[in-house]
């Protein structure tokens, strides 16, 4: 099924072989955004921008990418397209393009080397397009991971994920990078994709913190987040617009056990476009619901990699 909301535009770009990679969201004129960190370990461009009492009202893109910190670097590529095209936030002297940004930690399954520069995120520009639902091994969700309390030998490969509502005139699209400590769980609470058993199957990573392994597990490295995103096609103001970032972190909580570690930078962008008249709450709660589908669907659709297996390839 197809679904588009007037002006957002999703674009990709990987490398195959250092497993990495970027996803460029690019917003329509208008568009309010907003963002919630709730990870320990956050990586992030711009994020202070969307605070409601700051200065700028208009937001121009979200940058996600792989790379650790590195990979913050991606967003100069989408900050220099935009110029290219004329957006911006006008300074009198030049547009300034408004590009938060928030990266994951996949360093560990490819070549720590490769990381998503500004090359990658002006390519990832040029891929955009109305195509919203491409998943899985696609953008910053090439080297994801899920489920690594002990390490890269026992996870399970992670993802992008999207999801979507239509409604008679509201659409809601959510994108999840999922590269999660914990594990994902489906709609019965179920582990479909994380920390791997030596005898086969899942295990449960909450339930192993609580034992004497889980416990002297102290050293595992933040290697972590899980990255979303809201966008709605509301008229919402900019702390609405924030407040719809806050639920979104629901939603994590509902696919992802646990959720918001210190070992993980897990943050929620929202974007709302200005066309249709709706709540907050409405927005809100739709998105967390949609957020936790686009994780699982992260997981579904991502396949095994460098030795790493995809959720339906465990056994």
Known sequence: ??????????????????????????????????VEVRGGAPGTRETDLLN??????????????????????AATGVVRFLEEKGIGYDAGVARVPIVPAGVIFDLGIGDPK?????????????????????????????????GKLLG????????LGTAFFQGESLKIFALAVVNALGDVLDEEGRVI???RLPEGGFGSTEALMRTALGENSTSVPPLNTTLG????????????????????????ARAISPSHTKLDGDLVFAAATGEVAASADLVGSIGASLLAQAVRNAVRNAESIAGIPAGRDVS
């Open 52 to 73: 409601p009492v700051n200065l700028v009202e208009e937001v121009n893109a979200f940058l996600l990418a792989g790379g650790s910190a590195f990979g913050l670097d």
């Open 229 to 252: 995103v809201i966008v709605s096609n509301a008229e919402l103001s900019k702390t609405d617009v924030n407040w719809v970032a806050q639920r979104g972190h629901h939603g994590l």
């Open 114 to 146: 490769a990381r998503p520069d500004a090359e990658m995120g002006y390519r990832a520009c040029l891929d955009a397009g109305e195509d919203l639902l491409r998943q899985g091994n696609v953008g910053a969700g090439m080297g994801a991971t899920v």
């Open 152 to 159: 890269y030998s026992r996870c399970t490969k992670g993802g």
């Open 193 to 195: 994709a994380g920390l």
């Open 1 to 34: 099924m197809s679904f588009r909301i007037e002006g957002l535009r999703v674009g990709h770009a990987e490398d195959p072989a250092g497993i990495t990679g970027c996803t460029v969201i690019l917003l329509p004129p208008g568009t309010r955004g907003g």
